[in-house]
């Protein structure tokens, strides 16, 4: 397999952009913050909300197995919703780039956290095979939804 055609700080602001760019053309205008913003990446407002919404956009190459995974640290209340960006490897897994926006209080309750006696007690996870399993109902969720997308049969 070729080397890709971009660093991974290029691959991480092209997802920031499309994330913002998804969800200004579902309605909620959105922007990338500046490079190395504390806590967030990309700032959404949503009609009748006046708080703005703060978004960390994370993004994965698909990866199968343990040692690809996303990870946070629960303590973290810099940000109000994740977005995850899945693109696809060219072997195995999707054809097809997936987004998955959810709020914090989803993943802080749905991801993987280690035991309390753990160094990495603070630090929540999900393996990247398995995200599409563990928040389904947020794919495509570019209208932030609390509870998710419903998609039709």
Known sequence: MSPR???TKQMGD???MLVASELTLAGV????MPDNWPGYDVIAQLKDVAAPQRISVKSRTF???KDAYVEYNVKDNN????AILLLPNGNEGPTKRQFFIFPKAISDVRFYR????TKWHDIMSVQVDRIALV??????NFILSATGTVKPN
């Open 5 to 7: 055609p971009y660093t």
């Open 14 to 16: 092209a997802c920031e």
């Open 29 to 32: 205008p959105a922007m990338k």
């Open 63 to 65: 990866k199968r197995g």
């Open 79 to 82: 940000f109000d919703w994740m």
């Open 114 to 117: 280690s035991g309390p006696k």
């Open 135 to 140: 928040i389904s109902e947020f794919e495509d």
